[in-house]
Antibody, heavy 115, light 110 residues
Framework: QVHLVESGGGVVQPGRSLRLSCATSGFTFSTYRMHWVRQAPGKGLEWVASILSDGSSKYYAESVKGRFTISRDTSKNTLFLQMNSLRAEDTAVYYC????????WGQGTLVTVSS | QSVLTQPPSASGTPGQRVTISCSGSSSNIGSNYVYWYQQVPGTAPKLLIYNDYQRPSGVPDRFSGSKSGTSASLAISGLQSEDEADYYCAAWDDRLNGWVFGGGTKLTVL
């Protein structure tokens, strides 16, 4: 079956960087667009970034544009999110999700930005 | 402030029918599919409805989606205690070039 497993979260100081990974299995990774969606503590869902199946196009929320970079490695069936210049407001659980329907989602990884 | 507008809460008794609304604009709901997700606290969101009204396999037919113009609705009939969760609507937005979500509706089964 389809599995998405995020990793790389943790506590980081403001201004520092972090790289999240989303390891996938159970489907042909190279044929699906992929997404990152986050959820701040006690808040709703916020889309972060998307990447097309071949990596040719990437889309970002205004709140992260210029600071975050989405990428994928087809040889490793893995999605990445490089997060630079982190701010307190980036604190959230980060989920990866598959395809045009954002289905399924991984279990999420918590990123805490705090000094 | 979410781009899509949902009521913050809804409630019903077991067996009742409840509906959750989702209001958007011509750049999102008005021109793209609507999706609904169910999130039990502490777990990842789960796709409930796709392409406005389609149900993934495994989702009970008690859940149904509809859309008219720039608004959409999720209906849950025969309410059950396990339906208590947060529900989110979502759509692609052509103007923002990204996904937009509703603020979420917390459903309480009384």
């Amino acid at each position: 079956q389809v599995h998405l497993v995020e990793s790389g979260g943790g506590v980081v100081q403001p201004g520092r960087s972090l790289r999240l990974s989303c390891a996938t299995s159970g489907f042909t990774f190279s044929t699906y667009r992929m997404h990152w969606v986050r959820q701040a503590p006690g808040k709703g869902l916020e889309w972060v970034a998307s990447i097309l199946s071949d990596g040719s196009s990437k889309y970002y929320a205004e709140s992260v544009k210029g600071r975050f970079t989405i990428s994928r490695d087809t040889s490793k069936n893995t999605l990445f999110l490089q997060m630079n210049s982190l701010r307190a407001e980036d604190t959230a659980v980060y989920y990866c999700a598959r395809g045009s329907e954002l289905d399924p989602w991984g279990q999420g990884t918590l990123v805490t930005v705090s000094s | 402030q979410s781009v899509l507008t949902q009521p913050p809460s809804a409630s019903g008794t077991p067996g009742q029918r409840v509906t959750i609304s989702c209001s958007g604009s011509s750049s999102n709901i008005g021109s793209n599919y609507v999706y609904w997700y169910q999130q039990v606290p502490g777990t990842a969101p789960k796709l409930l409805i796709y392409n406005d009204y389609q149900r993934p396999s495994g989702v009970p037919d008690r859940f149904s989606g509809s859309k008219s113009g720039t608004s959409a609705s999720l209906a849950i009939s025969g309410l059950q205690s396990e339906d208590e969760a947060d529900y989110y609507c979502a759509a692609w937005d052509d103007r923002l070039n990204g996904w937009v979500f509703g603020g979420g509706t917390k459903l309480t089964v009384l």
